[in-house]
């Protein structure tokens, strides 16, 4: 398949890498169906690749090293965006986004311009020791914590994320317990992310929502407000381990297998549009890692008016079976 | 080299019914209610069918159903765990016999 809109050359990846799953957009006009926006609600922020971990399964190779981090004048013009397009939802992700040493303007300054604001964390960068003044500043601003926990059990969760990972999570997650996150009537919300560790779809959310819940509080004390799990994206470091380990293609014909037409009205891209560490626009984080700019075109973010226009196109790749396999991806 | 057992050959399971439709049909409508959420959950009933695939030993069917196992959302260590239960019913099974052994070599000895 070819990719037709216009790429970041530095991400692209070889046109024809899935052969043997039809393109996307094919698929979806072999069904009548359209991939167009909704009314954009949501600014997703990621603010760099910079990490502390190599998470095996991450779409955007993200980890130490990196020099792809959101500059303070960049980090200006997305507070300056987030006024003019009155978005209710700002979702600020990385890398690791504590890491950024811009973080706690860009909360505070985007606080008052959207109803809610959400900062995904792999809880190791929030619990290094460091972050106090940053996981108090979370509190303040009621900032809802989307926080990586794959698996309930130790082995696979660290052959995902790193060595050790696992209990320093558990750790992170009983302090923020502590101060009130996951307790209820404490406005304070956190919600995990559960990853497949490998090239296997995610169960259904909502028999393992009740697993995490009873195992979490049984083991350890933790609560939570919600679990989701999302698919993993043939992207980055995951696609390249999907390729050494010869799962690949069987992978990418099991994402096209559970391609489900009613999953396309709600995947995100309709409502949300991207902003990467250069400032530039994306569909989404996916198409972020992948290269290929908000409807095909390259746009800055200091050169939008507002949020994309409502029936605007939004460009597809392979990587789109993700987000439209069993159940979707929100 | 050649084998009895292709990972491709799974897949075409269905052709099974080529020439006894109607049998297939009742044998895939049957298979397909009893992996139906019930009495027990699709995740539980999985890990049972793991432990099934290994105590028949077939090749196929460990294939499909660690997929399916991790894909209904149990870790390694439960499957695991799951033909755990197999090998000592398996291994159970043969030493049970072993009292007939005793009944038969106490019947012929003095």
């Not at chain 1, 989404?284 to 008016?305: Q, T, W, Y």
């Not at chain 2, 397909?32 to 049972?48: H, N």
Request: charged letters at 20%.
């Amino acid at each position: 398949m070819f990719i037709e809109q216009t790429v970041n050359e530095g991400m692209k990846i070889s046109s024809n890498e899935s052969d043997g799953v039809p393109p996307f957009s094919l698929t979806l006009s072999q069904r009548g169906l359209k991939l167009n926006r909704e009314k954009t609600n949501t600014l997703q922020v990621n603010v760099g690749l910079l990490c502390n971990q190599t998470c095996r399964h991450c779409h955007l190779s993200a980890g130490p090293g990196h020099k792809e981090n959101m500059e303070a004048e960049i980090v200006n013009e997305v507070i300056s965006y987030a006024q003019r397009g009155q978005f209710e939802t700002i979702d600020i992700t990385g890398g690791a986004p504590e890491l950024n040493p811009n973080i706690g303007k860009l909360i505070e300054e985007v606080f008052p311009l959207a109803s809610k604001i959400m900062l995904r964390s792999n809880l190791s960068a929030l619990n290094d020791g460091k972050r106090d003044h940053l996981i108090n500043l979370l509190k303040s601003f009621r900032v809802v914590i989307v926080a990586s926990f794959p698996s309930l059990n130790e082995l696979q969760a660290d052959s995902q994320r790193g060595s050790g990972i696992f209990q320093i999570s558990i750790d992170a997650l009983r302090k923020l317990n502590d101060i009130g996150y996951g307790r209820d009537e404490s406005g304070l919300e956190i919600n995990l992310v559960s990853n497949p560790t490998g090239a296997f779809l995610p169960p259904p959310q909502v028999g393992m929502e009740k697993r995490f819940r009873s195992v979490l509080k049984e083991k350890w004390g933790i609560v939570f407000n919600n679990l989701y799990n999302f698919a993993n994206v043939p992207l980055g470091r995951f696609r390249h381990w999907l390729k050494k380990s010869g799962n690949f293609h069987k992978y990418m014909e099991r994402l096209y297998s559970s391609f489900n037409p009613c999953a396309v009205d709600g995947v995100m891209c309709r409502t949300l549009v991207s902003v990467s560490w250069d400032g530039y626009l994306y569909d989404c984080d996916f198409n972020l890692a992948r290269g290929i700019f908000m409807g095909g075109r390259k746009i800055h973010v200091s050169e939008m008016p507002g949020p994309p226009e409502p029936d605007s196109h939004i460009a597809t790749s392979d990587h789109c079976y993700t987000c439209t396999a069993g159940v979707g991806f929100t | 080299m050649e084998t009895y057992y292709k990972p491709e050959d799974l897949p075409k399971f269905e052709e099974i019914g080529k020439d006894a439709p109607e049998l297939a049909k009742k044998f895939f409508d049957y298979y397909g209610d009893v992996f139906a959420e019930g009495e027990l959950t699709e995740r539980e009933k999985s890990l049972i069918a793991l432990a099934v695939a290994h105590a028949v030993q077939c090749p196929y069917c460990i294939d499909a159903y660690t997929q399916t196992c991790l894909e209904k959302g149990s870790n390694i260590a439960e499957m695991t765990e799951a033909i755990h239960v197999a090998v000592a019913i398996r291994g159970g099974a043969s030493l049970v016999h072993g009292v007939q052994m005793r009944n038969v070599a106490e019947k012929l000895s003095m």
